[in-house]
């Protein structure tokens, strides 16, 4: 790609800024970390607690896929697990980390923006992803895998669009080695990765000017980029002894899992989740779609079109793997939303000049009223109402005490179970799962693998013979269908009186949870989300 704003042009956008730019990044930067800041306690949900006892394995010298499974890559386990090197094993500590995570690609949107329009459009756009990825609709408030995948799937972009701007083939490696990372994160971080293949490749055939590499030794040089941190990380598997492990749950059973859903229920979920996603944010994402006509029509270079409508369009495919459109995986699209944002702020000032102060205070606008819209949660809520209200019932709270309970009446070197999809249990407890299994998901699913899974996990138990056992009553905790094995319920309902007595029952009301632990076996409970705390006779 030429470079999209000539240098003449750039210090003209330089001197007409009434601030500097990098004070104005400072300044958002600040304000998405002050929020954050108060966020910091919200507790772990399923994902971020999956990560954290992964991680909290990690340091301890276990590797990914021996004593927790998941069908995803091991990255963000990795990620957290430095989090928590730095700042502790704790809910803010890992907050902590991915404050600087989200800081750090506010930035990466700025860079990306000022060099594919100016810095006004920078500016514009990181403001907008600062809000959008701090949004209620997109969950923005957790440590989603999917702002790690963000953040290195943006630098591999900026340094792509540099490299080529520079003609400078190392570039070109540390680009895919970055797009690389962005699929250990996440699976679908891969998309990122075809888009900066097939614009790098579209370029070349694009481009006036003599290339200063054929079109296959630049392939050859990204997706060997690529290639490094997914070869080193299969290499580090095989030599822990796990690459089997790791094979069959991300690939044999990630397949069944991502071919679950139904076109057509796909679409449900998108049609129920999109509004959500949207929410106070409406007006920005309206910028968004003025922002990509403008390109378009506006625009005299055609490749920063064409690089920002593909950005885009392979941003929204990363959301779409599974066809399941959690909010949080909408954060794949943020920043491609955000920079048409700021897209849409430079075209009009630039061709409109007279509209510049009107679509500056529209854009504006568009920033605070969310911000006013969401006041409750980014302000007055605190980190408990704010995780009640965003999960209902789940036991998420719950699991703090829990936790606490298990880890001062038993032995560093005691072994728990959770018959309940909360691995954030055993992350808090400090304490081994004693069995791989720390989702009930894939054993509840209609796929082949369920009902194998249920007897290893019962037989991991019998072994184990844990210390503990957390039975999680909550439906969201299992997912259980019609169709799903009932042979783990059997086992238990007959493995339970022999080996276990009730030691804490925590009775999760719509306004306050009872905690029972010395009348726990004579307690009648008052809800049906429930965690029953067994201790082992």
């Known amino acids: 790609m030429s470079k999209a704003i000539p240098q003449s042009a750039r210090k003209h956008d330089a001197r007409r800024s009434f601030f500097p730019p990098w004070l104005l990044i400072a300044l958002v930067v600040a304000a998405a970390a002050a929020v954050r800041i108060r966020l910091l306690g919200i507790p772990l949900e399923r994902d971020e607690g999956e990560y954290a006892y992964a ?26 697990a430095a989090s928590m090197a730095l700042f502790g094993q704790t809910i803010a500590g890992i907050h902590l980390g991915f404050l600087l995570v989200n800081a750090a690609t506010i930035v990466l949107v700025y860079l990306l923006g000022k060099r594919l329009f100016s810095s006004r459009a920078g500016v514009a756009g990181c403001a907008a992803y600062a809000l959008l990825s701090l949004g209620q609709g997109v969950l923005g ?33 540390w680009s895919g080695a970055l797009y690389g990372i962005a699929i250990l994160m996440k699976q679908p971080g891969a998309l990122f990765a075809i888009f900066g293949g097939l614009y790098l490749i579209g370029d070349h055939f694009t481009r006036r000017e003599h290339p200063w590499l054929s079109a296959p030794k630049k392939l050859a040089l990204f997706f060997g980029g ?71 029509w506006k625009n005299g270079d055609r490749r920063v079109a064409i690089f920002t409508t593909g950005f885009l369009v392979f941003s929204f495919l ?20 955000a920079l048409l944002a700021g897209a849409a702020v430079e075209a009009t000032g630039k061709h409109w000049p007279r509209a510049a102060w009107p679509v500056a205070i529209v854009y504006v606008a568009a920033l605070l ?32 005490q829990i936790a606490d309970y298990i880890r001062t009446h038993s032995a560093k070197d005691a072994r728990i179970a959770v018959l309940g999809s909360e691995p954030e ?94 009348d726990a076996a004579t307690y009648k409970a008052r809800s049906s989300s429930l965690v029953v705390v067994y201790k082992k006779k």
Request: proline share 7%; with cysteine.
């Open 55 to 80: 991680g909290q394995l990690l340091l301890q010298g276990i590797p990914p896929y021996q004593l927790a499974f998941n069908m995803k890559f091991p990255g963000t386990y990795a990620a957290y």
């Open 141 to 173: 408030a957790q440590a989603h895998a999917t702002h790690f995948v963000v953040l290195a799937a943006l630098g591999g972009t900026l340094q792509l669009v540099r490299g080529i701007d520079a003609r400078r083939s190392p570039a070109l490696v």
């Open 226 to 296: 690529v290639s490094v941190p997914l070869a080193l990380t299969g290499l580090s598997l095989w030599w822990a002894g796990v690459f089997g492990k790791f094979w069959f749950w991300t690939f044999a059973y990630g397949r069944e899992y991502a071919l679950r859903v139904s076109f057509a229920t796909g679409m449900d979920s998108f049609i129920a989740a999109f509004p959500r996603v949207v929410g106070p944010a409406f007006a920005l994402w309206i910028f968004a779609a003025l922002g990509l006509l403008l390109t378009w």
């Open 318 to 337: 990363a959301v779409c793997p599974g066809l399941y459109f959690r909010e949080h995986y909408f954060v794949l699209l943020l920043p491609a939303i």
């Open 369 to 400: 009223y969310p911000i006013i819209q969401q006041r409750e949660f980014l302000f007055q809520m605190s980190p408990l109402e704010i995780s009640r209200a965003l999960y209902g019932q789940n036991p998420f709270p719950e699991a703090i």
């Open 425 to 518: 249990i055993p992350f808090y407890a400090n304490r081994r799962s004693a069995s791989g299994h720390i989702y009930m998901y894939g054993l509840m699913e209609n796929q082949p693998y369920a009902l194998a899974m249920q007897k290893e996990f019962t037989r991991d138990l019998e072994a184990a013979q844990p210390d503990y056992v957390i039975f999680v009553t909550s439906p969201t905790s299992w997912l259980r269908q019609p169709e799903s094995p009932v042979e783990l319920f059997n086992w238990w309902n007959a493995y339970r009186p022999q080996h276990y007595t009730v030691a804490g029952v925590a009775d999760i009301g719509t306004d306050h949870t009872e905690y029972r632990w010395e």
